[in-house]
Every structure is written in C-alpha cells, then in structure tokens.
C-alpha cells in the first residue's frame, strides 16, 4: 500500500507491507542524493523482511545538497510523523526496528535518539564525513552500524574514531561492522547484509520470548 505524507510543501511516499498488529514493525528510512539511489538495497531488505513475515514501511528522503542537509527540519518532521502513524496502528512492545541507509541513516540516527518506542536499528553507510554518530555511543539501545571500505564519504580514520567513542561508554550497545571490496551499493555483499539483519532478527525473537516467559 502506498501512503503520502505532505510537510509544507514537500511530499513523502510510504510504501506498508502489513502483517498484523502484533508483529515486530521494521521502519526503513531510505535517500537519494546525487545519483545515489539505494533501490537494490531497500528490494533486497524488503524482499527479505517478508520472509519473517514482519510489518514493513519504507520511506525515501531526498536530499539535494550535502553540508547540513541531512538535519533539514522537513525531512526531521516528516520521519516524526511517520514513527507516530506507526504507533498509532501498532503496539511499539513488539519492537519497532529502524534501518537507514546512506544519507537517510543520519535522519534515523536523530529518530533513534529522540524516540524510546525504538527498540534495535541498523545504519548502513551513514557518511560520517558529515554526521557526527557520537551520540548513538551514549545510550543504551542496541545497534549496528554497517561500512563499506569503498565509500567515498566514509573515511576510515572517522570509522576509527567512532569506534574508540563506543569503547568509553559502558552503556554503549553499538556494534560497528566493517565489509570490505566493496562500495556503498553492496551489490556483490548482499548475502552479508542479509546476515547481518537475521542475526539481529534471531537476537530480538530470543528476547521477546524471555520477555514473555517472565511476564515483563
């Protein structure tokens, strides 16, 4: 289903793949920017989330400069409104997971500190060379952040530094993962993301049933 959200005077699609109500929600923020279209990753996350049978909504943010783009308060507002249409038609105790991929990672990495119904997320190829994700370190909600070594706005000495931030904080539930000869497409190393999220989807099927087996 194909849904339209308008904030002033721009226009965000949403494509919703409903299960049910009870199901864990996957809320993928997706971009383009300069050419860069991310379409092969989102069908192939999509393609795999339907597999485990999860409720899906996906969203493109375009950008159309780069600098302090990525905080443009249209593009903050419009995620907002969609995180509040998902809690609206969904029970966020069932977890509400966040996947941002290349420039729109640095608008779910905003989400994800602003709103506490997020439970887990994946970033994939946010470009650190402009966002500073040091503020995912000190809160506690579980995380990976996926790089390529072949991304031309992610250098390695800024992969180095977040790394070492996420060893300060003893709070810190973020994992970075290197995947290497490969670009931020990851056409050739979609099989490794494709681990990377059923890894995280067992983790989170284990601890809804400890969940439930203690009552919380």
């Known amino acids: 289903m194909l849904l339209n959200f308008q904030v002033f005077d721009i226009i965000y699609q949403l494509s919703y793949y409903s299960i049910d109500e009870v199901s864990q929600v996957v ?12 379409i092969d990753i989102v069908n192939n ?6 597999k ?4 899906i909504i996906s969203q493109k943010i375009y950008i159309n400069k780069i600098g302090k783009f990525i905080l443009h308060k249209d593009n903050l507002i419009g995620t907002e409104l969609t995180m509040n249409w998902i809690l ?10 966040v996947i941002g991929i290349s420039f729109a990672a640095c608008i779910a990495a905003e989400l994800i500190i602003r709103r506490p119904e997020i439970s887990e997320y994946l970033l994939i190829s946010p470009p650190i060379r402009y966002y500073d994700l040091e503020p995912l370190t000190k809160i506690n ?13 992610i250098p390695l000495s800024r ?12 709070i810190c539930n973020l994992k970075l993962i290197l995947i290497r000869n490969t670009d931020s ?4 190393k979609f099989n490794v993301l494709n681990k990377i999220f059923i890894d995280i989807y067992i983790k989170y099927k284990i601890k809804g049933i400890y ?4 009552n919380l």
Do not use: A, C, Q, W
Not at 159 to 170: A, E, G, M, P, S
Not at 185 to 188: E, F, L
């Open 27 to 38: 809320y993928i923020i997706d971009s383009e920017f300069n050419g860069i279209n991310n």
């Open 45 to 50: 996350l999509i393609f795999l989330l339907s």
């Open 52 to 55: 485990f049978r999860l409720n």
């Open 88 to 97: 609206e038609r969904h029970n966020h105790e069932n977890g509400i997971m």
């Open 141 to 153: 909600v579980p995380g990976i952040v996926v790089f390529s070594d072949y991304d031309i706005y």
């Open 159 to 170: 992969i180095y530094k977040l790394h070492n931030n996420t060893k300060k904080n003893l």
């Open 185 to 188: 497409s990851y056409k050739n």
């Open 211 to 214: 969940r439930n087996s203690i």
